[in-house]
């Protein structure tokens, strides 16, 4: 996902007591209930269209903070509170009430969708294919080692998220633990590097089209005349360029003698990728097809698709019928036992819904847009402003959801002359990729550096900055000049 995990914040179901000391098991369970009353509201205000669900969601979210307020991160508690003051402000400045449902419906949407994607995380835990595909990839000897992991990484995170990403790089410890009597350290640390840069770079490019991503899910979100059958495809394809230019940097950048050393050999085979790719086909294929074939936005369509999917992968990894229950059974409670672990996410996405719809209400469009078609600015200078603006505020600690969110709505908003709403997603998307590898602030880099025993800095500045401001200069040049040329 993601987003901005910070150093403090809770990540995992083994670090969950630590962050309620006294009253774990009460808190904990308060906090699950209310999260789950917040999933049920979003699929009633969803398929039901019952508004006032979302008034008790919105309460039950607010209690689901307060009861997790010592797991958030610092930069999540500062997004809730500015969300608070926004929405406070909304009243002072008399926004109607119609708008501020919709920032409240936003909210609880987001809150939910984000939650919901946890059960693929749950349902990939038991499935064997998981680690069979993950031992396959880990074991790649040098030459193919650098493409295996950063497709590895790609698959994973398109699938699982985070998940996916701790399962290839806890493997890759494991792997190079075992052969670190073989090697010297300076190649050990320089094997370390290059796999750990391999499965971040291919994790961080689903930013640019996965339907199951979160950055184009936001986009989309807050620029609703894009369809996803516009902008996956371009961002697919750049997806392909940026893997062969990751590759480059890999072979030019690292050295000589670490490279033509063979592992202990290859374990499994190409099977399990492919069924995992084949699971990103058919969950992706199944969301569009419910959206096409119904009134449902495509983030409604996810909703309802993903909870169905995966208690199917779960039957499908069962052998009897207590089986096919328990399994069931488990990947539904696994996922709300981490609900309490997942309130800094959570409220980052929860933030990003409500100021996406507040703040617009509250600016003057008209004068605002008079305003910038005064400044007669190119709309290809606005687009790589764009990038820019997520890019750097993300290397702040802003996460580029709360930005992607505002800037999207704001483009929308607006409707300037020569910027298409296929350009400003794009050049939202650009500086979200660019930022995920690169950022120590973002959840990618951080849990990456946790994992791997590194620092966000080392791992994402130090190791990966060349990169990912090659990355950013060449996707807003690209951009800007298909801008200009009417292309886009």
Request: charged share 10%.
């Amino acid at each position: 996902m993601t987003d901005s995990l910070q150093p403090a914040e809770i990540t995992d179901d083994d670090n969950a007591e630590a962050a309620f000391p006294a009253f774990a098991n009460r808190r904990e369970k308060a906090a699950m209930a209310c999260l789950s009353l917040v999933i049920s509201a979003a699929y009633l205000d969803v398929f039901f269209e019952v508004g006032m669900a979302i008034g008790a969601a919105s309460l039950a979210l607010l209690v689901y903070f307060l009861l997790c307020w010592n797991a958030l991160s610092r930069v999540t508690r500062f997004l809730l509170s500015l969300a608070i003051a926004t929405f406070s402000a909304a009243f002072w400045f008399d926004v109607n009430g119609p708008t501020i449902l919709d920032g409240l419906s936003r909210m609880i949407f987001l809150s939910a969708l984000l939650s919901v994607l946890g059960l693929l995380r749950s349902a990939a835990a038991k499935a064997r294919e998981v680690a069979d595909a993950g031992a396959f990839l880990t074991s790649q000897p040098p030459g193919r080692r650098y493409l295996a992991l950063t497709v590895g990484g790609h698959i994973f995170g398109t699938l699982i998220n985070l998940g996916g990403l701790a399962i290839l790089l806890d493997m890759t410890t494991r792997a190079l633990a075992r052969e670190r009597g073989n090697m010297s350290v300076y190649v050990s640390e320089w094997r370390l590097r290059r796999m750990t840069l391999a499965i971040i770079r291919g994790f961080s490019l689903i930013s640019l089209w996965s339907p199951l991503g979160f950055a184009i899910n936001i986009v989309l979100l807050n620029i609703p005349d894009l369809q996803l059958v516009e902008i996956a495809p371009i961002g697919l394809a750049a997806t392909f360029l940026l893997i062969g230019m990751g590759w480059t940097f890999d072979y030019f950048g690292s050295p000589r003698r670490s490279r033509g050393l063979g592992t202990s050999g290859t374990q499994g085979g190409l099977g399990p990728v492919f069924l995992l790719f084949l699971h990103v086909l058919v969950l992706g294929g199944a969301v569009i097809a419910v959206e096409e074939l119904s009134a449902l936005s495509f983030q409604k369509a996810l909703l309802l698709v993903v909870p169905l999917y995966c208690l199917f992968w779960s039957f499908l990894q069962a052998r009897s019928v207590y089986g096919t229950v328990s399994t069931m059974a488990a990947t539904v409670s696994t996922t709300v036992r981490r609900f309490p672990a997942s309130a800094s996410e959570v409220g980052v996405f929860a933030s990003a819904g409500l100021l996406a719809v507040i703040v617009l209400a509250l600016i003057p469009m008209p004068w605002l847009q008079d305003k910038i078609i005064g400044l007669s600015l190119d709309p290809a200078l606005i687009v790589v402003t764009m990038s820019l603006t997520v890019y750097a505020l993300c290397c702040i600690g802003i996460n580029p959801i709360i930005t992607a969110s505002i800037l999207g709505s704001l483009a929308y908003a607006l409707d300037l002359p020569g910027l298409s709403s296929l350009a400003a997603a794009l050049a939202l998307l650009g500086g979200w990729g660019s930022a995920i590898p690169f950022s120590p602030f973002i959840t990618t880099v951080v849990y990456t550096g946790a994992l791997i025993g590194r620092s966000p800095v080392e791992v994402g500045m130090r190791w990966n900055g060349p990169y990912s401001l090659t990355m950013l200069i060449l996707w807003s040049s690209i951009l800007s000049l298909a801008v200009y040329l009417g292309w886009v």
